[in-house]
């Protein structure tokens, strides 16, 4: 009895929601695709070479103007990473120049970096960020993925919980990307911004960041738009997740063991109550 | 479930056993990332390596410096504290070491101990008590120039933290 | 937690130990030898499901504090140092942010188990006021722990809620301002909230353990709503039956859980509270988290400040009230065929409040929202007292020997066509 009413429940709430939840989404064919990564789902896990591309990517471009406070050079060579080896994760920082002080001088110094270093950030602070880039301020890489997602709508959302879909950011991310096309006719784009398919609003302060060739791939990946974003992207999921690897994986010794233990527990509670009618 | 004698079950039931046995792997399970939290995190286990310069340090000089937290002492020795520690005879020590094997072969003048006390943990003070080394303020252990406990209660000498010579004047500690 | 004890100290020390704390009587009393109706369905499970999650959101909570500092130029960045660099850091945040998720899932069950049996009804009053309490502590406790990651979602989150208590005429800004502790939500008002957020559990564990009190006073309710006339024909004890009924409803309950933890642990979260903090700029669509959307429905119904945070209010104490509002002598929705579909249209309202609380307070959904608030209100306040007097009850069963036994010979009739089909 319960079942059915539930059954009703659920059909009355449907189409009780149902209804302005279609009429308010309307048209949104400016929605990011849904890109098959690697890490979705219950088994996913990091690309190695995807990540190692996404940080040269990352590197090389994105990190002239963007930070990433929570990155370490240490996170390079962590289990579930890009697999660098500690010593390429050591080459890496010691390329890079780090302030530390003060020295016995009291004076702040310059020296090599070190694992244990924070990845330097690109401008001292946000007011000088903003100055460089026109007045916007470049948002900070650590937790992007995790901070950006695209509208889901009734009943979507439901059906994301049993499709696992963990990855709006990584696709908003990647569809921003490669969204860069010419304004529609009769679209005003304001000056120093710049028309985006994907970006809220379609004029974002970040003028196309990256093109076809612009970055050198080493292990014969093409050296395409859509592949240096990929990358990027999943490198970008991996800094703000970067124990995802591990979290599924145990998960999924979790789950089979709570199956094991509720089955036998189904059991023994069945002959617990066999002589009691119930 | 301890308690099963009510409506004729078996206590050496399989059925009970073993989800009491599966349920006891549950719960271990369950509390090892409660106490796998308490160990240092991967932050703090980077920060392992300190760079000394030595050329600022004095003849005769104890410079502190932190590493891990923990305060290093580099003493600059003279001619005499490195003769005078390695004039005692072993049998004479409370924790026996020779002063060689406390310092790098080549560097022979420059110490470099943990400067924690191996009794309970207090920074003995630099420069006093009788053996030319250090005096611990909380419970009147002494260390001599090579960091060797000279009188009671610290069972052990200051230990050698782990470190080396990158060049004359520079060492990196950890 | 008092009588029904059979417990004998077993054993010299033992007895010595009991004259003078009577302690493992106490609990052998209240979760051994208690007598359970034996007709409890998996619903009344939610319980022991509820104090599990108590349980772990204090443990994990208290795990958490040791790597959290509360200062807020550096709050955001140690929850980052938690799900980075301390060991299973990652698993005792999600733990504890899903956590709270499923704790409000379980008390909405509860909460509306109680509804459909009529379990608030006499003599259980004292028993559902003190649920009524645990649930206001939980919104509280939840609130301020939204509030610590310090993201976009928690600053803003903690200046609209803080933000209700100006409506109160006169004195409204200064009693903001003394929540704050500044001009603004800021390092105060976090440091507070921390304090708070960690004292709050332990005082719904204090409420839990009254609430428990009261239950075995009065003992439980049941799916048939009669109560108990024959300890031996109409329960069982508490432990094995009980126990191990709940202990398979928790770990079921876990598993629940733990698919949320592991697979989809940001589900629950909003994305924007991955953005530190900005008091200059605030979030295109700001929500409260899911469980507190039904009642932000509610204050965003109303288009007067102070009628809004009246109505919202007003929405939580009106369950006070509950037990002299149902007119009803029966309890149980099984034998009130009317209150039945009332109550399925009041889940599918609570339901859809909810969903619109998500959605932007604009045209249609405005709209909506008064008509389901209007009729939340109408539920408790017209359609449950008039129900008691004009509906016409199915006859209730002697006992719950009787009720068990009339189920059963329905079941042995079925089963003439369905063998396998077991009760």
């Known amino acids: 009895m319960i079942k059915r009413s539930i059954l009703f429940g659920a059909v009355a709430a449907a189409l009780l929601l149902g209804a302005p939840a279609r009429a308010a989404e309307g048209g949104h064919d400016d929605l990011p695709h849904r890109e098959s990564w690697s890490f979705a789902g219950p088994f996913g896990s990091f690309d190695q070479g995807q990540l190692q591309r996404g940080f040269k990517v990352f590197r090389e471009v994105c990190a002239s103007c963007h930070s990433a406070n929570f990155f370490y050079f240490r996170n390079l060579s962590q289990p579930g990473g890009p697999g660098f080896s500690e010593a390429q994760a050591k080459a890496v920082a010691s390329e890079y120049q780090i302030t530390d002080g003060p020295n016995d001088q009291g004076e702040m110094f310059q020296r090599p970096g070190r694992l244990s270093d924070q990845w330097p950030a690109p401008f001292p602070n946000d007011q000088a960020a903003r100055v460089a880039n026109g007045g916007a301020l470049p948002p900070d890489f650590s937790v992007l993925a995790k901070a950006r997602a695209s509208h889901v709508g009734f009943p979507g959302f439901i059906l994301d919980a049993f499709t696992q879909y963990q990855e709006g950011g990584v696709d908003y991310i990647h569809a921003l990307l490669t969204g860069y096309v010419d304004p529609p006719e009769g679209t005003k784009v304001q000056p120093g911004l710049h028309y985006n398919k994907y970006f809220p609003g379609h004029q974002i302060a970040m003028p196309k960041p990256i093109s076809d060739g612009q970055v050198e791939y080493t292990d014969g990946t093409p050296a395409t738009l859509d592949n240096y974003s990929r990358d990027v992207s999943a490198f970008m999921m991996w800094m703000a997740e970067p124990h995802l690897d591990a979290r599924k994986r145990i998960g999924f010794q979790v789950m089979i063991f709570l199956f094991v233990f509720a089955g036998l527990l189904y059991f023994t509670k069945k002959k617990v109550w066999k002589d009691v009618a119930h | 479930m301890a308690h099963t004698e009510t409506s004729g079950t078996n206590r050496r039931d399989f059925l009970y056993i073993a989800t009491g046995a599966v349920g006891a792997v549950g719960v271990a399970g369950m509390i090892w990332p409660f106490v796998s939290q308490l160990q240092p995190d991967a932050s703090v286990l980077a920060l392992s390596t300190t760079e000394v310069d030595l050329s600022p340090i004095q003849e005769g000089q104890i410079v502190t410096f932190m590493w891990r937290g923990k305060p290093i002492f580099v003493f600059n020795r003279l001619a005499k504290d490195v003769e005078l520690a390695r004039a005692v005879p072993l049998n004479q020590l409370i924790d026996p070491q020779t002063d060689q094997d406390r310092v790098k072969a080549g560097h022979d003048k420059w110490l470099v101990v943990i400067g924690i006390c191996t009794h309970l943990g207090c920074v003995p003070l630099g420069h006093q008590g009788n053996y030319d080394g250090w005096f611990c303020p909380c419970h009147g252990s002494q260390y001599d120039s090579s960091g060797r406990v000279r009188v009671g209660p610290a069972p052990l000498n200051l230990a050698v933290p782990p470190y080396n010579f990158v060049s004359d004047s520079k060492i990196v500690i950890g | ?423």
Do not use: C
Request: no cysteine.
């Open chain 3, 1 to 423: 937690m008092e009588g029904h004890s059979t417990y004998q100290p077993q054993g010299k020390i033992a007895r010595w130990f009991e004259s003078r704390l009577p302690i493992v009587g106490l609990l052998h009393s209240s979760a051994v030898s208690y007598p359970t109706p034996k007709n409890l369905n998996y619903w009344y499970t939610f319980g022991a499901i509820l104090t599990m999650m108590l349980g772990v959101q204090i443990l994990s909570g208290v795990v958490l504090a040791m790597h959290y500092t509360a200062f807020a130029p550096i709050s955001f960045a140690r929850v980052e140092h938690i799900m980075r660099d301390v060991s299973f850091g990652w698993l005792l945040r999600y733990i504890h942010a899903n956590g709270a998720s499923m704790f409000f899932i379980a008390v909405y069950i509860h909460i509306f188990r109680g509804l459909y049996y009529g379990s608030y009804k006499a003599p259980r009053e004292v028993l559902w006021i003190l649920g009524v309490i645990i649930y206001l502590l939980m919104m509280a406790t939840a609130f301020m722990g939204y509030v610590l990651p310090w993201g976009q979602m928690s600053y803003w989150g903690a200046t609209v809620i803080t933000n209700l208590f100006s409506a109160i005429p006169v004195v409204g800004t200064v009693i903001v301002e003394w929540l704050w502790g500044g001009y603004s939500v800021g390092d105060p008002t976090l440091n507070r909230f921390f304090a708070l957020h960690y004292l709050l559990p332990f005082m719904i564990a204090g409420v839990v353990i009254l609430h428990i009190w009261a239950l075995h006073h009065v003992g439980q309710n049941n799916p048939d709503g009669v109560e108990v006339k024959s300890v031996a024909k109409d329960t069982v004890p508490f432990t094995p039956y009980a126990t191990v009924k709940d202990i398979f409803g928790m770990v079921v309950f876990l598993l629940f859980f733990s698919y949320f933890i592991f697979y989809i642990p940001n589900y629950m979260g909003h994305p924007d509270n991955y953005i530190p903090a900005n008091p200059l700029s605030t979030p295109a669509h700001i929500v409260p988290e899911w469980y507190f959307l039904p009642f932000y429905a509610i204050l965003r119904s109303i288009p007067d400040k102070l009628g809004g945070v009246l109505a919202m209010f007003s929405a939580i104490a009106v369950l006070a009230f509950l037990p002299w509002l149902d007119t009803s002598k029966v309890r149980s929705a099984r034998y009130r065929p009317l209150y039945r579909q009332f109550f399925w249209i009041f889940a599918v309202v609570a339901v859809g409040l909810g969903y619109l609380g998500s959605q932007p307070a604009e045209g249609g959904f405005v709209i909506a929202s008064r008509i389901l608030t209007a009729y939340y209100f109408i539920h408790f306040l017209i359609i449950l007292p008039l129900l008691g007097l004009f509906e016409r009850p199915k006859p209730l069963p002697a006992s719950i020997a009787d009720a068990v036994l009339a189920r059963h010979g329905a079941t042995v009739v079925a089963g003439a066509a369905a063998p396998q089909t077991k009760g």
